[in-house]
């Protein structure tokens, strides 16, 4: 299956900050997935990137889908503790099997 | 709307033993997939079934195995438990197998002693 690696692993900041992760893949993805995981929780869709060089936000956080097609980022403007748990990357393989990525986990701290 | 439910919430099992999970997806979903997650890992892909048919099969032994039934429920059976089968088992129900989004339910928190 699609292999995809995500930087950083983990990442901790001040509330306010600004937060980015990045997801990259050796090979061309059709398409890619974001979810979110709270601590204790389950992975929560969060949005699906399908065309090369795509932009999508969705109030402070934003998603590219790099214009090879082969890396994503998901950037989130001023955190917040609300914004706290892992982020993962998934391309969709075959029949919407997906793969997810190693994660990047964000704390964040007044 | 009921959101995807899976039973038990918590398990505990021996080495050895034979374990069963069940889960319900979002009505209106008919593909139903299952994940294992072991702490700190992504989830990752174990079952894929569509209208009662495996559409997909992750990289696990053949000690796994799943069905789905004419409601879409599906159940997720391990046999000869081993300790690195502890993990967080999830389901996640789609409307088709066409790349749709994932909705995870709560999972089963399998734990082999």
């Known amino acids: 299956g699609q292999q995809v690696m995500q930087i950083p692993q983990y990442q901790h900041v001040q509330e306010g900050e600004d937060f980015t992760t990045y997801c990259n893949s050796s090979t061309t993805l059709s398409n890619i997935q974001w979810y979110k995981q709270r601590p204790g929780g389950h992975p929560v869709f969060l949005i699906q990137l399908v065309k090369s060089g795509e932009v999508k936000k969705q109030k402070r956080l934003t998603f590219q889908f790099g214009e090879a097609k082969k890396n994503s980022s998901l950037h989130i403007t001023a955190t917040q503790t609300t914004d706290v748990g892992t982020y993962f990357c998934?391309?969709?393989?075959?029949?919407?099997?997906?793969?997810f990525g190693t994660g990047t986990r964000l704390q964040v701290t007044l | 709307d009921a959101g995807v439910t899976q039973s038990p919430t918590h398990l505990i099992k021996t080495r050895g033993q034979q374990v069963t999970l069940r889960c319900s997806p979002i009505s209106g979903h008919k593909s139903v997939s299952w994940y294992q997650q072991v702490l700190g890992q992504g989830p990752q892909f174990i079952f894929q079934y569509y209208e009662k048919e495996e559409r997909g099969r992750g990289n696990f032994p053949d000690r796994f195995s799943a069905r789905q039934f004419p409601n879409y429920s599906s159940e997720l059976n391990v046999n000869a438990l081993l300790l690195g089968d502890s993990a967080l088992y999830l389901c996640?129900?789609?409307?088709?197998?066409?790349?749709?989004?994932?909705?995870f339910g709560n999972g089963t928190r399998l734990t082999v002693t």
């Open positions: 998934a391309p969709t393989g075959t029949a919407s099997k997906l793969t």
């Open positions: 996640a129900s789609s409307y088709d197998v066409s790349n749709s989004p994932l909705h």
